[in-house]
């Protein structure tokens, strides 16, 4: 069967994707073929494009999409023919109209979630559930420090984390994105071009936060590190200004005994049980009204590229979802 996708022969800027006609091979044992509906856009999209993170070429690219079961091999039994789902995951190849995936990461969409909703949010917020209860869990009147605050994981943290009775102190680079991240959590807002630490220890009375949830990587590290109260947890957990440079265990002890974790999603849901109990807590909140997704922008598939450019320019706000 022939099928529309995003392909890559080359590491490079949004010029290097190519949208092509591809053949998808036969159902192997334990996959399903899903009719992709939406597909969800992420940061990590740009890193696996740009050779941040390689992968062996050509490849397709995109780690999250809902869509229908349209085809199940004959021993899948978690999934059935006609079944929305939306997943996370490897191999990426989600900038697809169709696609074989492994049944067992295919997670049930409830029906009051729509699929547009389920793609824009499924990789986003299972990254929100695992920062804010596993690498720091958040405890009431935690003062926390929230870069991005109004990007795709940002806003799904910010409503999450306040949820959880946490202070949330925002960083963003527009006026237009505070307001944003104010409407969805944040108590304070520090625009990015500001000296974050500084104003941290202006707003917590000097003590600093309990947390700080970094994904901006090379260019915040250290003043993230300095926005921290003693034994603070730093939650390095993207790239977008580049990756952190190695630095010295020491550089913790000098700022009274921190801590420091780089996590990854696929750590937190690498069995189909650990991957449903997640989702279905994510679903519950969306479902109790505490979680509200912001689908702020819409791409065609065919124009990737333009949705790969606008990302990485800072331009988007909440998440934005590609069309087959
Ligand atoms: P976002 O919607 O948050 O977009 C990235 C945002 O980063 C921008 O909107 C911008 O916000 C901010 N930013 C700051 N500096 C830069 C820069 N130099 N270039 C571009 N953007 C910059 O993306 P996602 O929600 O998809 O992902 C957020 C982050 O979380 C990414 O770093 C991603 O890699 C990471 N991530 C990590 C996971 C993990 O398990 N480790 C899983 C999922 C995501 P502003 O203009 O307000 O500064």
């Known amino acids: 069967m022939k099928t529309k996708a995003i392909r890559i022969n080359e590491y490079g800027g949004p010029e290097v994707l190519n949208y092509t006609e591809i053949e998808l091979s036969d159902l192997q044992s334990g996959e399903a073929r899903i009719r992709h509906t939406a597909i969800g ?3 990590i999209d740009t890193y696996h494009r740009s050779g941040l993170y390689p992968m062996p070429l050509p490849t397709g690219l995109g780690s999250e999409a809902a869509g229908i079961v349209e085809e199940t091999a004959d021993d899948v039994t978690v999934v059935k023919v006609g079944d929305r789902v939306v997943y996370t995951g490897r191999p ?3 900038y697809s109209e ?8 295919l997670v049930p969409i409830p029906d009051e979630i729509s699929d547009e909703q389920a793609a824009a949010l499924l990789l986003k917020g299972l990254t929100a559930w695992y920062l804010l209860n596993r690498s720091y869990p958040v405890k009431s009147g935690d003062h926390i420090l929230l870069h991005a605050a109004a990007g795709g994981v940002g806003l799904i943290a910010c409503q999450w984390a306040k949820h959880l009775g946490a202070k949330i102190i925002g960083v963003v680079s527009t006026t237009e994105k505070a307001d944003l991240a104010k409407t969805h959590g944040c108590s304070q807002i520090i625009m990015a071009n500001e000296d974050i630490a500084e104003k941290v220890k202006s707003i917590t009375d000097g003590e600093g936060v309990a ?6 990587g090379r260019d915040t590290f250290f003043s993230s590190l300095n926005s921290l109260k003693p034994h603070g947890v730093m939650v390095t957990f993207g790239n977008a200004s580049g990756p952190v440079d190695p630095f010295a265990p020491s550089e913790l002890a000098s700022r009274n005994s921190l801590y420091v974790t780089r996590p990854i999603l696929a750590h937190f849901i690498n069995t189909r049980e650990k991957l449903l109990s997640a989702s279905k807590a994510l679903f519950d909140l969306v479902l109790q009204g505490v979680i509200k997704i912001s689908i702020n922008q819409r791409y065609a598939l065919k124009d990737t590229a333009q949705a790969h450019m606008d990302l990485e320019s800072r331009k988007t706000t909440g998440s934005t979802i590609l069309i087959p």
């Not at 169709?98 to 990461?105: E, G, K, M």
């Not at 947390?211 to 901006?216: H, K, P, W």
């Open 41 to 43: 856009l992420n940061f």
């Open 92 to 94: 990426a190849d989600s």
């Open 98 to 105: 169709r696609r074989n995936f492994d049944a067992n990461q």
């Open 211 to 216: 947390a700080v949830y970094d994904s901006i």
